[in-house]
């Protein structure tokens, strides 16, 4: 039992959440570009770095070669004057810079290599920023059509305003005419007081007429 109420509650969630994704899917493409930017620019910094420890790398190693230079020199002149020991310790100190010199040309190689690496994941995640970018302006206006085509939906189905608009006019249009109604009203009055069964026998010729009409006036202008 609890487990079906867990996928049940599962799967509320899941729709839930599409719903959310499909009303707010606009906000959440940019909010996911501005999260892509972020990442870029993070790793920009970070190139940024590499190539200045790269770039400190080949200066300590020039500066590097012109103190061996000079100390080679040196060694030369002492050697000349008589002063082995001096030449001695000169030679220590150009080995221990070469061996220096090895060191960084290593670290200035393995820099390099992660520079290349991250330049090369710099630049295509700006190209897919720019699509991404690029499809949000195409989203955003497919969006914005649907919604247009979805009120325009609204409009015209069953129970829009149309509907209704439509089912008021004929309610005033299909509305009973007082004046007839007042008229059949009377009809149906004199028949229940008897009072046009004379009428209708004098009109019949059965007796004289109740009322007075035209023929009787021209029958009068006859006579005179």
């Known amino acids: 039992m609890f487990g079906t109420l867990k996928t049940l509650i599962t799967g509320v969630n899941a729709r839930a959440e599409e719903q959310v994704r499909q009303i707010y899917s606009i906000e959440l493409i940019e909010q996911k570009i501005r999260e892509a930017q972020d990442g870029l620019k993070a790793a920009k910094y970070t190139l940024a770095g590499l190539v200045m420890r790269s770039r400190s ?27 082995e020991d001096l030449a ?5 100190a150009v080995a ?4 220096e010199i090895g060191v960084r040309r290593d670290t200035a190689s393995r820099l390099e290599s992660r520079i290349l690496r991250l ?7 700006n190209r897919r920023i720019i699509d991404l970018k690029q499809g ?8 914005r059509e649907h919604d247009m085509q979805s009120r325009l939906g609204r409009t015209i189905s069953q129970d829009s305003p149309m509907d209704e608009a439509d089912a008021l006019i004929k309610s005033v249009l299909g509305r009973d005419d007082p004046f007839e ?3 059949i009203l009377n009809e149906i009055d004199e028949g229940l007081s008897h009072d046009g069964v ?5 009109a019949a010729g059965f007796g004289a007429s109740t009322k007075t009409t035209a023929a009787d006036i021209l029958q009068r202008l006859a006579t005179k």
């Open 57 to 83: 790398e080949e200066r300590l190693i020039v500066t590097l070669q012109e103190r061996i230079k000079d100390l080679m020199l040196r060694a030369g002149e002492a050697m000349q004057g008589g002063r």
């Open 198 to 202: 004379a009428d209708r026998m004098a």
């Open 181 to 183: 109604q007042r008229e």
């Open 119 to 125: 330049r090369a994941s710099v630049e295509t995640a």
């Open 96 to 99: 221990d810079l070469e061996n």
């Open 136 to 143: 949000a302006i195409s989203a955003k206006a497919v969006k």
């Open 88 to 92: 001695a310790d000169a030679a220590q």
